[in-house]
Structures are given as C-alpha cells and as structure tokens.
C-alpha cells in the first residue's frame, strides 16, 4: 500500500523569505502523480503544484516548485517570497495511474508566515 | 465554469439517524471521489465514482456508501450516525479520474451530537 508523510507537523517562516516543505511516499510502482494541496482556514483545498513521476523536470508554478527526487521518494515544495496568504495547511498527495481518482494524503504541514 | 458545489454547508445530527451530502461536480467531470477530513485521522478516502459506478472504494465500513446520477452529481450517505462521524466531508472531481488533478468542493461540516 502506498503511504505518504510529512514530518514536519508546523513551519513559520517570515514574509518575503523562502521556505521549504517536505514529503516523502513509499510506492512500488514507477508511474504515479505527485501533489501538493494548500487549505486555507477557509477549507477549500486549492491545487498548488502537480508532478508526473515519469518526467525529470521539476513543476514550477510561480513561486513554488518542487524538489522531485524519485529514486529517494521525495518531494519537497519551495515556496518564494512567501506571502501572508501562504498561510495555510499544506498537504501532499499521492495518485497511482491505475487507481482512478483516489488520492492518498499525508498529516499535513500547518504554514505560518509571518509578517 | 462553475466549480464544485456541495451541499449543505454544514449539518447537525443525532447519533442513530442518517444522513445524505450532495456534490455537484463541475460541468463535463465524470469522476467524484468523497474524502473524510478529521484532525485525528487527517484525509481519508471514501470511494470514487465514474460514469455511475463506484471505482475505488477506501476502508470505511458498510455506513457509509454513495451513488452517482446520469448528470455525474453524487451523495454519499451515511447510516446509524456515530460521534466519530464528525468530519468535513470534502468531494473532488476530474473529467475522468486519470490524468487530471482533483478540483475539491467547500466541504460539508457535520456535526454528530
């Protein structure tokens, strides 16, 4: 079974800075998508970045990018120039290619930034 | 396009009794799958449905199961309400729960008393 964490429960980081998230998954398959999700306190989860496990490429959506280590299982999210509405609850989510829609999640990193 | 809507917002309930969430997923998705949002157990997958037929199904017990209409809108409900049902209840939906991310709706907040 596939399973991801996040081992770091809270940040904070202080505006303008840069600021790193850390996920890693344990997966035997070779073809997966990799997500990262913001929930704000308004609870609407809002898609951040994406990664296809069989491109090398790291995803770059403005201000944030990963870090996609795929023989380490490891995907990390960089936030630049963190903003005050970064403040949010940062999930990453796992999706096999043959499993349809069912997203695994890890615990969740709570982001503070600060101003 | 409209995006994910569920309804209601949020619910109360008492344990014993049933209880029945809609989500309207956006216009031309065929997949909806239903997550359990808890501060304990975090995000859970519920099941999934595509074209009307339930695709994935997580490890919940037999309480808690879904249907999804020609029109791909979804319930799920849960029967013989516990405490430990309450939860935000979060539907996602993707044109065909393959390649495209999940769009998430707003959740709907129920409260077993």
């Known amino acids: 079974a596939q399973t991801v964490t996040q081992s770091q429960p809270e940040m904070s980081v202080q505006e303008a800075e840069t600021v790193t998230l850390s996920c890693t998954y344990d997966t035997s398959e070779s073809n997966y998508y990799l997500f990262w999700y913001k929930q704000p306190p308004s609870r609407q989860m809002i898609l951040v970045i994406r990664?296809?496990?069989?491109?090398?490429q790291n995803a770059t959506e403005n201000r944030f990018s990963v870090n996609f280590q795929k023989a380490a299982k490891s995907f990390s999210l960089k936030i630049s120039d963190s903003q005050l509405g970064d403040t949010a609850m940062y999930f990453c989510a796992f999706k096999s290619y043959n499993q349809g829609g069912k997203l695994i999640f890890g615990q969740g990193t709570e982001l503070s930034v600060k101003p | 396009k409209a995006g994910v809507t569920q309804t209601p917002r949020y619910l109360i309930k008492t344990r014993g009794q049933q209880v029945t969430l809609s989500c309207s997923p956006i216009?031309?998705?065929?997949?909806v799958s239903w997550y359990q949002q808890t501060p304990g157990q975090g995000l859970q997958f519920l099941f999934e449905?595509?074209?009307?037929?339930?695709?994935n199904k997580g490890n919940f017990p037999g309480r808690f199961s879904g249907r999804q209409f020609s029109n791909s809108r979804s319930e799920m409900n849960v029967s013989t309400l516990e405490l430990g049902d309450s939860a935000l209840y979060l539907c996602?939906?993707?044109?065909?729960?393959?390649?495209?991310?999940?769009?998430f709706g707003p959740g709907t907040r129920l409260t077993v008393t």
């Open positions: 990664q296809e496990a069989y491109k090398q």
């Open positions: 996602a939906s993707s044109p065909d729960g393959g390649t495209g991310e999940q769009y």
């Open positions: 449905y595509f074209s009307e037929t339930q695709r």
């Open positions: 216009s031309g998705h065929r997949s």
